[in-house]
C-alpha cells in the first residue's frame, strides 16, 4: 500500500507479517531506513570556536570572517575553570569545567591578535581576574606567555561594521 505524504515524500506501507529474513520485517527495515535519512537531515550542534583543556588551546589560530558575529565560543573539557585571554585587547573569558562561554569582541575592529589560553589560577598569577587592580588596563602579554598553557593568534578580517552602524 502506498500513501503520497507530499510531492516529495512516498510512505510505503507494507504488511508486518511479511518478513524478509528470520525476525526482521519489511515494517522494520522501512522504520530503520526512515530514521537514517531523518537523522541525515538533523542540524548539528553549535561547534565551538575554541576548545580548551588540560593542555591548552585545541589551535594555534583563528580567523574569524567578515559575515561572522564578533564573538568566539570557546568551550572548556578540563576539570578546572580556564581562561582565554587577550591581553592587547584587554578582553577576556572565563569558562567553567565542562562549559562553554563567549569571549565577546569590539565589533568594530580588525587585525591580528595573540591570544592565551591558562587556568584561572594562573591568570590570576599573571595579575587578572575580579581581583585585578583598578588603575590596571590590562595584563602584559609578556607576564602572560609563560604562565599560559599554550597561545596563538587571532585574525578578525576586515569588515564592514562600522559603516553599517553609521549608515544604519
Not at 515524500?9 to 531506513?33: H, K, N, Q, W, Y
Not at 588540560?54 to 565560543?73: E, F, H, M
Not at 567553567?96 to 575592529?109: F, H, K, M, Q
Not at 591568570?123 to 587592580?133: F, V
Amino acid at each position: 500500500m502506498w500513501q503520497r505524504v507530499s510531492r516529495s515524500i512516498l510512505i510505503v506501507f507494507e504488511p508486518a507479517d511479511l518478513t524478509i529474513v528470520r525476525g526482521i520485517t519489511m515494517r522494520s527495515i522501512c522504520l530503520f531506513i526512515l530514521f537514517i535519512l531523518l537523522s541525515a537531515c538533523a542540524s548539528p550542534g553549535t561547534q565551538p570556536d575554541l576548545v580548551i583543556g588540560p593542555q591548552g588551546c585545541n589551535k594555534g589560530s583563528l580567523t574569524l570572517a567578515p559575515n561572522q558575529q564578533p564573538q568566539l565560543v570557546v568551550e572548556n573539557t578540563s576539570g578546572e575553570p580556564m581562561v582565554v585571554s587577550l591581553p592587547n585587547w584587554n578582553n577576556e573569558v572565563t569558562v567553567a569545567p565542562g562549559t562553554r562561554g563567549i569571549l565577546n569582541l569590539e565589533p568594530y575592529v580588525w587585525g591580528e591578535v595573540d591570544f592565551y589560553c591558562m587556568t584561572e589560577r594562573n591568570h590570576t598569577l599573571a595579575g587578572g581576574g575580579p581581583m585585578q587592580p583598578g588603575f590596571v588596563c590590562g595584563l602584559d602579554p609578556y607576564t602572560v606567555r609563560p604562565l599560559a598553557l599554550s597561545n596563538g593568534i587571532l585574525r578578525v578580517e576586515k569588515n564592514d561594521r562600522l559603516r553599517a552602524a553609521l549608515d544604519g
